[in-house]
């Protein structure tokens, strides 16, 4: 329809130049001494138009093929752009489906767009690090470097490749540094902190991006409490070397951790370390009442005050009412008897001592009840009985032996 329109319009135009011309009586006369052409103004018009269009022509034809070479540079460039990203694409695709060498080789080829080159390296980069290539990884990562505009990205990927690595801690630790520097604190920036200083051990860090990552709830809490754990199991030794340096970093301790059962038992044994049993068998009865475990009853039989002292007593005072509470169990029978064993209330500790041999179902458990009914009965000069509960623990420990 519209093209129709279009047609009807050429004709009519047309029609009316003819109408037009067929009136138009006028000349143009040109003078060039000693000559004069005379031209009706019809003819001197359409020769004009002519004139025009060659003129138009001739002048496009030019303009067009002086710019040949930069469009033909413009196609070539607009050809390996559209190359590039498709071999960006499919290092990607071979990547994320496991297939580390054909992404690598996809990536060599985006690479070769300047504008791809930065994605590019760090693609190869993380599948060279699949395939354990690290040489051609750090090359990749030496490429990456030279585009400013992914700096965070490059420093993300070096983090997590090295930290996986576990060849190259101070590279983490460097480029973790100058992340940081950034001020880049999301989250996925502060698990890979946390990884990097837990395989270099820096427990105070550890212990501050646990905290961090606690608040966002980004990390599992059982991950949480295990890594809290680790922290604490290598500071409390390394700061038993006094009292002070003890005391401060226990009292710098939330009180959630304190009463965490591996805690309270690490921090018991450091202050035992240093003669502390007192302190120990405190942090121990306040993690007894927040979580009742058998670690805790192991750890508070091997911190026993000394004989005749009112401490002892306390101590024998409370297993009895806690073994009021859980009258059947094995383990603080057992630490009741080891006490009463210590302080020489003989009666007492023969009673609880058979009564967590009775009771208990762990080797281990069964063995301590022989070994202290033993020293009971040698403490009596009962040497048969001594000998008999010997030759029970032995027997108990046999079966690991072999299995050793």
Known sequence: MRFFLWLLTLFATAIGLAVLARFNGGNVALFYPPYRVDLSLNFFIVLLLITFVFLYTLISAMRAALKMPQRVGEYRATKQQRESGRA?????????????GQAEKSATR??????NAGLAALIGARAAHRLQQSDRRNAWLAQAEKDTSLRNARLMTVIELLAEDNKDSDGALHALKELNASGIRHIQALRLALRVHQRARNWQEVLRLVRLLDKRSALHPALSR??????Y?????????????????????PEADRTSPAVAVIAASAYMSIGQQQEAATIIEKALKADWDARLLRAYRLCAAPEGSATLLAQVENCENWLRERPNDAELALVLGTLCLRQKLWGKAQRHLEQALSDATERSTIQESHLRLAQLHEALNQTEAANTHYRQCAITTLPRLQHK
Request: hydrophobic content about 50%.
């Open 88 to 100: 960006l694409s499919d290092a990607l695709k071979a990547y994320l489906e496991g297939r580390f």
């Open 233 to 253: 199991e290598a500071l409390l030794p390394a700061a038993s070397h006094d009292l002070e340096s003890l005391k401060s970093l226990w009292n710098s301790i």
């Open 226 to 231: 295990r890594l809290r754990d680790l922290a």
């Open 110 to 115: 985006a690479a070769l767009l300047p504008e």
